[in-house]
């Protein structure tokens, strides 16, 4: 794939070069090798810099912070996924589906979403960078109805447990797997859980170039509906 490069304003920001911060963060992650001549997420960068000036998608907005607290963010759940269909509820400006979208095309990614702005966002980003693996579900997902279930269901910034997999539960394929991206440990949340039982596993993850804390809340859907 041809190079695209950086057309941001910020090439180097105030903390390094972009470029290279995400570079030196796949390799951390282990996927140099895979995106190896892939520019899309320094596209995906660009794209969400310059629709952020008129539509404020994020608060994010130096591309150096976009790189570790969105990109990197999104990559570093990858070893977690389990299946070949993925749902992300709340995707917003396409965190963290588009990411994900770009490191594993053997997968497909379905992003749910309620914001007509921010899916035309997506929409037009999904066009930019040639993303054929990626759904687009404008609608609650309180009232989303897929024909298949999922193997993965993902949150990032949608709602606490209890109201996650109140909603994931149903969704998620019998052994499915409902990931919950966080900051801090989320004792508080973990004990306004009905079931503790389906939590699997609260992991500490690393991003790198990150120093804030981030944990994964791995549960499993009990009693998927029928």
């Not at 109201?163 to 994931?168: I, Q, S, T, V």
């Not at 804030?212 to 791995?218: K, Q, S």
């Given at each position: 794939?041809?190079k ?9 920001g ?21 995106l ?11 794209e ?5 000036r008129?539509?404020n998608?994020?608060?994010v ?36 589906g ?27 980003t999904?066009a ?29 910034a949608f709602?606490d ?12 394929t019998?052994?499915?797997r ?33 120093d ?7 549960m ?6 029928g």
């Open positions: 794939m041809q695209r490069g950086f057309r941001g304003n910020d090439r180097h105030r903390n390094g070069n972009p470029e290279e911060l995400l570079a030196k963060g796949l390799r951390e992650l282990g996927l140099e090798q895979a190896a001549g892939d520019d899309r997420l320094m596209e995906f960068i660009t969400l810099m310059n629709w952020n008129v539509y998608l994020t608060s907005r130096k591309p150096t912070e976009i790189v570790t607290r969105h990109i990197l963010d999104s990559l570093s759940i990858i070893p977690h996924l389990r299946g070949r269909r993925v749902l992300d509820i709340g995707t917003g400006a396409g965190l963290p588009i990411p994900l979208a770009v490191a594993c095309p053997e997968r497909e990614f379905y992003l749910l979403d309620s914001s007509s702005k921010k899916l035309r966002f997506v929409q037009q999904l930019t960078l040639g993303l054929n693996n990626v759904v687009l579900e404008h609608t609650r997902v309180e009232n989303y109805r897929p024909g298949e279930r999922f193997d993965t269901v993902i949150c990032r709602s447990l209890h109201d996650l997999y109140g909603h994931a539960a149903r969704l998620c019998p052994g499915g409902i990931l919950a991206m966080k900051g801090v440990y989320p004792m508080a949340e973990i004990e306004c859980l009905e079931d503790k039982s389906v939590i699997h596993d609260v992991l500490t993850i690393h991003v790198p170039g990150l804030a804390e981030r944990h994964l809340v791995c499993h859907a009990a009693q998927p509906a």
